[in-house]
């Protein structure tokens, strides 16, 4: 059974930092892209970072230049380094990867970590 477990979420003060980090364990064959997306209280969810599994990213105009998304091929992990946080970016943050078996791809989400930045 494939999972993906975050961790690293909390609450800060605006202008701090936080690193969120998800893990894809069992049984798969290759990660495609993953990426980071949110969901603030009355409000879609929004892609916040994505990186392909060759290291290319794209982010959301509101956090670029503050926000970072990597990703250790080695570990099946994905990380997301925020500085600079603001108010605004608090909101549920969801791990999403699309992850290929010998026959089947399908995309995953994991479970949601809050983060909570006050003012």
């Known amino acids: 059974q494939v999972q993906l477990v975050e961790s690293g979420g909390g609450l800060v003060q605006a202008g701090g930092s936080l690193r969120l980090s998800c893990a894809a364990s069992?049984?798969?064959?290759?990660?495609?892209?993953m990426g980071w997306y949110r969901q603030a209280p009355g409000k879609q969810r929004e892609l916040v970072a994505a990186i392909t599994s060759g290291g290319s990213t794209n982010y959301a105009d509101s956090v670029k230049g503050r926000f970072t998304i990597s990703r250790d091929n080695a570990k099946n992990t994905v990380y997301l380094q925020m500085n600079s946080l603001k108010p605004e970016d608090t909101a549920v943050y969801y791990c999403n990867a699309d992850l290929e078996g010998g026959s089947w791809a399908y995309d995953y989400w994991g479970q949601g970590t809050q983060v909570t930045v006050s003012s």
């Open positions: 069992g049984s798969f064959f290759s990660i495609n892209a």
